[in-house]
């Protein structure tokens, strides 16, 4: 019988932890604002480049969420 290894399944805890923090991040982009009658976008945190996303869009950990009429 194989011994069960702690490092291999404190490993896969933390990227499964890492994975699900990205996508509740994501799935939180626009802070509840769904209108279609605003312009959604995210601003890169780093280089501050800025990219048209739309309703459903997300933006990645790395930018932030923007809003605009």
């Known amino acids: 019988m194989k011994q069960f290894n702690f490092t291999r399944a404190l490993s ?3 990227i499964f ?3 699900l923090l990205g ?3 994501q799935a939180e982009a ?3 604002i769904t209108s279609a009658n605003v312009i959604h976008a995210c601003s ?3 280089l501050g480049l800025t ?3 739309g309703v459903k869009g997300a933006c ?3 930018e932030s969420a923007q ?3």
Do not use: D, E, Q, W
Request: charged residues 5%; aromatic residues 0%; positive net charge.
């Open 44 to 46: 890169g945190n780093v």
């Open 30 to 32: 626009h802070a509840g």
């Open 51 to 53: 990219r048209i996303v």
């Open 67 to 69: 809003h605009g009429t």
């Open 12 to 14: 896969i805890a933390v």
């Open 60 to 62: 990645t950990p790395l």
């Open 17 to 19: 932890a890492i994975t």
């Open 23 to 25: 996508m509740i991040t």
